[in-house]
């Protein structure tokens, strides 16, 4: 990857200062070792074999899989045979900013938000493509990759126009698998941004609907319809998460880190962190952070 904007500090993978997306296909022989990611991946087999494994398990890959992972999540690649893999990679502001959009609609808010916190699935989506959507995603990818030397001052439009027709494209597979499709409900979005704005204030289901003024019965019920979780189990995703990126890129105290989430109760926050990652917070910053940090603030 020396010629590319994404580089391996320890075993992160992070992009260089000022990329926002990339896309290129790469080939695997043997294995790729167990890593995380500072971004959202989005890859999509295109030829060989091999196994992914990642908290969901082992799955043996074949032509059209397509395996999105938000930022955090650990995997590698075994018993590879020139497994080639088309990797599209984009940042976690990108989606915060100019993919804001997106979480109004009800395949692309489905694919990047909803559905890869829902169910046991712990920040990554599986699905696979047919022939078709197979051939029309790798050409939304090569729009991607024929603008990776071009100054993204002057491209960025072009840049987002083409990672949305591919995620699009995607979104369409997996709202069809999940059978989902319908519209968002506002009160739904409103509590995750709420929530995503203030994750350290200790909110209850309570003071969450109140705010939205809403019965709390209620909202679960539509919480639930849209992702499968009450609102608090969103909250504690969204925690984890923002823990593991403060795992990963700095050095402060565990506990400080779960205080800082929201989690006051060191315990509490332990539980959750290994529930979602598989791996204890030490575990995941001793195996992950290239800082190298003492023991004493584990």
Request: glycine share 8%.
């Amino acid at each position: 990857m020396a010629d590319e904007p994404v580089r391996t500090r320890g075993t992160v993978l992070h992009f260089v200062e000022g990329t926002v997306v990339h896309s290129g296909p790469h080939v695997h022989e043997d294995s790729h070792p167990l890593h995380t990611h500072s971004f959202f991946e989005l890859a999509l087999v295109i030829g060989g074999e091999g196994v992914h494994h990642s908290l969901a398990g082992r799955q043996r890959l074949q032509i059209g899989d397509a395996i999105l992972l938000r930022p955090g999540v650990w995997h590698e690649y075994e018993e590879c045979s020139s497994l080639e893999v088309y990797n599209c990679c984009f940042s976690a502001d990108l989606v915060r900013r100019e993919l804001a959009w997106a979480r109004e609609d009800p395949l692309l808010g489905y694919l990047l938000w909803t559905g890869p916190f829902s169910a046991q699935r712990r920040g990554m989506l599986t699905t696979h493509l047919d022939p078709d959507t197979l051939r029309e995603g790798i050409g939304h990818l090569e729009g991607l990759r024929q603008l990776r030397n071009r100054p993204l001052s002057r491209h960025r439009g072009e840049v987002i126009g083409w990672l949305s027709l591919y995620l699009s494209c995607v979104a369409r597979t997996v709202a069809e698998r999940d059978d989902r499709g319908e519209q968002t409900h506002p009160a739904v979005l409103d509590a995750m941004r709420m929530m995503e704005a203030d994750p350290a204030r200790p909110w209850t289901l309570t003071d969450l609907a109140n705010a939205l003024h809403l019965a709390p019965g209620y909202l679960v019920r539509l919480f639930k319809s849209v992702t499968g979780m009450p609102p608090m189990a969103y909250l504690s995703r969204h925690r984890v998460e923002l823990a593991a990126d403060q795992l990963l890129h700095t050095d402060l105290p565990i506990s400080r880190i779960g205080e800082s989430v929201g989690w006051p109760d060191q315990n509490y926050f332990a539980r959750r962190f290994k529930s979602h990652y598989g791996l204890s917070a030490s575990t995941y910053r001793h195996r992950f952070n290239s800082l190298r940090i003492s023991p004493s603030v584990h």
